[in-house]
């Protein structure tokens, strides 16, 4: 089955203390991102990667980091996290057809106290 | 300006009724075109492609109007099952740009 996975679902931790979002898709997508969701905001972009080894800044990036060593693999890193980073966090991939479907992991529900 | 603009609604209609909703994209470059459907704050699923021509999907008809630089869904005999918020998404090159979404309700 074609999936994006992300973990963890939820998380609640406090300003300053490191954290990893991990994410994994099975399809060999080149093309991967990460988004925030905020109420009235829609989904905005934070990081992409066009495939191994390239990432480049989103219209977000501020405070967050990605690597891209794997081709299936896109963590996301935020280094020292403030409460203005509580969001709904998505991953997603796709192939580089433009008609390409991009497929969304379930998402991951941060609260930075 | 936002790349990609959308009534936010909520439209609010009975089971059985027409709705319809358009969003407006800024990037004249833009080269294809989706909505997505996302139910209560999961992720989002692709409902369809539009096309130049406009299409088709069972009860979903969308458009596209290059000219104007805008894209519409519709959606006949409205079921509960389809409440959710539609994002109108465009593909200006690889980069997808995301409106803020539509909310619909459709009530019994």
């Known amino acids: 089955e074609a999936q994006v996975t992300q973990n963890p679902r939820y998380l609640i931790t406090v300003t300053g203390k490191k954290l990893t979002v991990t994410c994994s898709q099975n399809?060999?997508?080149?093309?991967m991102s990460w988004y925030r969701q905020d109420p009235g905001l829609g989904l905005r972009q934070i990081y992409y990667?066009?495939?191994?080894?390239?990432?480049d800044k989103g219209d977000v990036p501020e405070g967050y980091k990605v690597s891209r060593k794997e081709k299936r693999n896109f963590p996301l890193i935020l280094e020292s996290p403030s409460p203005n980073q509580t969001s709904l966090y998505f991953c997603?991939?796709?192939?580089?057809?433009?008609?390409?479907?991009?497929?969304f992991g379930p998402g991951t529900r941060l609260l930075v106290l | 300006r936002k790349e990609v603009e959308q009534d936010p609604g909520p439209f609010n209609v009975p089971e059985g009724a027409t709705v319809a909703f358009n969003c407006t994209y800024s990037n004249s470059a833009s080269q294809s075109f989706f909505w997505y459907r996302q139910d209560c704050r999961k992720e989002p699923k692709l409902l369809m492609s539009v096309y130049s021509s406009g299409n088709e999907d069972g009860r979903f008809t969308a458009q596209l109007n290059r000219a104007s630089q805008y894209i519409s869904l519709l959606i006949r005999d409205s079921k509960l099952s389809d409440s959710a918020t539609y994002l109108c998404v465009v593909n200006p090159f690889y980069k997808l740009s995301f409106g803020a979404g539509t909310t619909v309700t459709v009530r019994a």
């Open positions: 990667s066009m495939n191994v080894e390239v990432t």
């Open positions: 997603a991939s796709r192939g580089t057809g433009l008609e390409e479907t991009q497929y």
């Open positions: 399809m060999n997508h080149e093309y």
